[in-house]
């Protein structure tokens, strides 16, 4: 089952810099539940940042197709990790993280 999660180059702009913590976090130090979901998030942020590099230059909205469990990964970590997001994020951070945690949630359900 693939999960869709629309997104245009702001709303990756605003999901790469809301997982750049990931690149600080070191593993043996979470809990043991949370390694899975970081380490997830990991490969995610990968594809993620070369996704922003291929649709720079576009203007235009895209489908993300993800699989179950990257859904679910990243919806616990927008969930979960939020205190870690950039202190300099604003009203449309927010309100695009909440849209994506929204349809992520809606789609998992």
Not at 52 to 81: C, G, M, N, P, W
Request: glycine share 0%; hydrophobic share 40%; with cysteine.
């Amino acid at each position: 089952m693939k999960t869709l999660l629309t997104l245009d180059n702001s709303k990756l702009l605003v999901l790469n810099n809301s997982m750049q913590i990931i690149d600080s976090l070191v593993l043996q130090n979470q809990a043991k539940n949370s390694r899975s979901v970081l380490s997830i998030c990991m490969e995610l942020r990968t594809e993620l940042l070369q996704k922003a590099i291929k649709t720079r230059q576009k203007d235009k909205s895209f489908v993300l197709k993800l699989s179950y469990h990257k859904a679910e990964a990243l919806l616990v970590y927008l969930r979960d990790y939020e205190i870690y997001f950039p202190d300099e994020f604003g009203s449309y951070e927010s309100n695009a993280i909440l849209q994506m945690k929204n349809e992520l949630h809606r789609q998992l359900i």
